[in-house]
């Protein structure tokens, strides 16, 4: 039971490359979620998802977008990267039962650095 | 929409002496509530959860918090502090009629010898 891995660890980018981030999950979650953390700002939420097939906006949507074809993978993808997008994406997944707001189970982040 | 302030952006403290980070929400009901460590290089880790009943929570790792209505509070706590504990705590509140959760901007603890 791997929980949930995301790849690549780490990632350099130039200015206007694309790319994307793979999160997968073997808990069986319904809900899954992209967060970008910057220092002295906690971890804000991208986008997130609550089940296969749908998607909706968080907090800082702009400038990336997301697909969820199979319930156990969500992806994220940069289609032009910029500097202010420099940072670590953690993803996350979570059960919706019968509590919605459940915990949520992080991965190990993604170090991205665009230049 | 809920909100979460961690007043102290860095502690430091001795091992072996107890430890308490602060955390206060924003949220019109009892949400639910969240404490999570995270090590350098590393992601999230729950220590514990409070959804409803006993309003003193007990985690892994030797940590509790304590849930108070009153006063907006969800504090985290750990009598004796090991050198292991130096990381990042991030509290988070979460609606229970919503999927999501907002973190506050987290805490660093350094822990001296």
């Known amino acids: 039971n791997a929980g949930v891995t995301q790849t690549p660890k780490f990632r350099v980018l130039k200015t206007g490359q694309s790319m994307t981030l793979l999160c997968a999950q073997d808990?069986?979650?319904?809900?899954m979620y992209w967060y970008r953390q910057d220092p002295g700002m906690g971890l804000r939420l991208i986008h997130y998802?609550?089940?296969?097939?749908?998607?909706a906006k968080g907090e800082v949507p702009d400038g990336y977008n997301v697909s969820r074809l199979k319930k156990q993978n969500f992806l994220l993808g940069l289609e032009s990267a910029a500097p202010s997008q420099t940072s670590v994406y953690f993803c996350a997944s979570s059960y919706s039962h019968d509590r919605p707001a459940r915990e949520q189970y992080f991965g190990p982040g993604t170090r991205l650095t665009v230049t | 929409a809920q909100s979460v302030t961690q007043p102290d952006i860095h502690i430091t403290v001795s091992e072996g002496a107890s430890l308490e980070l602060r955390c206060n929400y924003s949220y019109g009901a009892t949400p639910y509530l969240f404490w999570y460590v995270q090590s350098p290089g590393q992601g999230l880790q729950l220590l514990l959860k409070y959804f409803s009943g006993d309003t003193l929570v007990q985690g892994i790792k030797g940590f509790e918090a304590e849930f108070k209505r009153s006063q907006s509070s969800f504090n985290l706590r750990k009598p004796s502090v090991h050198w292991s504990d130096a990381a990042e705590y991030f509290c988070a509140v979460g609606d229970p009629n919503d999927y999501k959760l907002s973190f506050g901007a987290g805490t660093t603890v350094t822990v001296r010898a």
């Open positions: 998802s609550v089940g296969e097939g749908t998607t």
């Open positions: 808990m069986n979650h319904e809900y």
